[in-house]
């Protein structure tokens, strides 16, 4: 118990201070080539191939936090005619460049991909700016076009290291107010285009590039996962001397003085959460003093109630199948927490007076890290208390374990509700 406070207590106090300093780099440098393909407007016969190589842009990126930011990129290239294939097309080579500032969204993060990988992410982007297209050849050739444009894309990462990661992007560009084709062959007009002055230029590009990370922080915010953070030995010590005196237990009972609601617990009495002595069928007789915990009997019997072996069978066996009785576990632990593991023994003693019966251990893990890691997390949970059992002297033909993995019924959310996710609970048969 004094383990499970001193360690809420300790990140409490450790996400207090992370607030006041960064806990992951935000800026980043993107270095992208590849292809582009101008869709219209094109003269009639001139066509462009489906994938140009000559495309080249270069961006610097700002995360807000680890799902939105925003960048600055500069992309530029070249178009040039189909040749070859049945698909001749007069000549052509144009110029263009554009310059945009985007938003940024971290999809990785927002859709938590974090549960089947940590290696791949995905970013969505999109924004304005200005640009030119400038055609080489034909009537309008050396003709500066100028432009706004729109640019919406999506961008996959490939997470290399802390500081680099292979990216690929697909963007659709969008060009208003442009005056020639991207061919130069031939002027847009009002008259030719329903009224012009929209966004009448289409071109896609599709590249390939790094994304290069700045700063002193372990991880970009393209990869940072909060849950992660875990306390260095210095921070711990740094905080240890503050909760020492929040955590005397005058009473003994497991409980700080703080937290505790009955602070002269008898001694050896089991107590709940707020150091109140537990009373589990109600019978007005303490656990501690009680021989028959869940079963409401009166004081002249130790708690015990006065009926045959059958009923008691029955009843016992309603209160382990209910989930009343579970060993717990730390995060990413299969040891099982000491003030629990009498829990396993209450249910070894159970099967000892009751040699007709059999027992099903179940392990779960919250939802914290990959499934198939807590399926197996969650085996080695069942297996421990399984140990125990068999060293209690329970014949193992009676014992069977089995790990279900991840506890979905409770709220991931909250620490609370993740530690009581993390148990062994049983199943009498």
């Known amino acids: ?51 140009n190589l000559g495309h080249v842009d270069f961006g ?13 990129d500069y992309g530029f290239g070249s178009f040039k005619q189909a040749d ?9 080579d144009t110029k263009y460049n554009r310059l945009n500032l985007q938003g940024v969204a971290n999809i990785g993060r927002i859709m938590n991909f974090e549960s089947f990988s940590r290696s791949f992410g995905m970013l969505l982007h999109g924004g304005a700016g200005i640009g030119m297209v ?18 919406f894309g999506v961008t996959p990462q490939l997470k290399l290291s802390n500081n680099i990661a292979l990216v690929g992007d697909i963007s659709t560009v969008l060009n208003g107010r442009q005056d020639v084709a991207f061919d130069g062959a031939s002027l847009i007009t009002p008259a030719s285009n329903n009224g012009y002055y929209g966004t009448n230029g289409v071109m896609w590009t599709g590249t390939l590039g790094l994304n290069f990370y700045l700063g002193k922080s372990e ?24 909760i ?27 107590v709940n959460s707020s150091g109140v002595t537990l009373d589990s069928d109600g019978d007005g007789t303490p656990d501690h003093m009680d021989k028959c915990v869940f079963m409401p009997g009166p004081a002249s019997t130790n708690g ?11 009843y016992l066996k309603k209160a382990i199948n209910d989930g009343y009785v579970n060993v717990y576990y730390a995060f990413d632990s299969s040891k099982p927490l000491a003030y629990s593991i009498s829990a396993a023994n209450y249910v070894a003693n159970f099967l000892k007076r009751n040699p007709g019966v059999s027992v099903e ?12 890691y807590n399926i197996k997390l969650s085996e080695r949970r069942a297996k421990a208390v399984y140990d125990i059992l068999i060293a209690a002297g329970v014949d193992a033909s009676r014992i069977s374990y089995k790990g279900y993995g991840e506890d979905t019924s409770v709220d991931k959310s909250s620490a609370d509700a993740r530690q009581m996710a993390r148990r062994a609970s049983f199943e009498v048969k």
């Open 1 to 51: 118990m004094k383990k499970l406070i001193l360690s809420t207590l300790m990140a409490g106090a450790l996400a207090l201070g992370a607030n006041a300093q960064s806990e992951f780099d935000k800026w980043s440098l993107e270095v992208n080539g590849g292809f582009n393909k101008p869709m219209a407007p094109l003269t009639p016969g001139y066509l462009s191939p489906t994938l």
């Open 60 to 72: 610097v990126r700002y995360m807000f936090n680890e799902k939105f930011g925003m960048k600055l």
């Open 84 to 92: 070859g294939n049945g698909s001749m097309s007069p000549d052509f």
């Open 134 to 151: 400038n055609p080489q050849m034909n009537t309008y050739s050396d003709f500066n076009d100028d432009v706004y444009t729109l640019i």
């Open 219 to 242: 991880e970009h915010a393209d990869w940072f996962i909060a849950a992660d953070k875990y306390a260095t030995k210095e921070e711990l010590a740094s905080q240890i001397n503050g």
């Open 244 to 270: 020492k005196d929040m955590l005397k237990d005058s009473d003994g009972d497991g409980v700080p003085d703080y937290l505790d609601k009955e602070a002269n617990t008898p001694s050896g009495a089991r």
């Open 304 to 314: 015990c109630p006065v009926e045959e072996v059958k009923e008691e069978v029955d």
């Open 361 to 372: 251990v179940k392990g779960y893990a919250d939802e914290l890290g990959p499934e198939d």
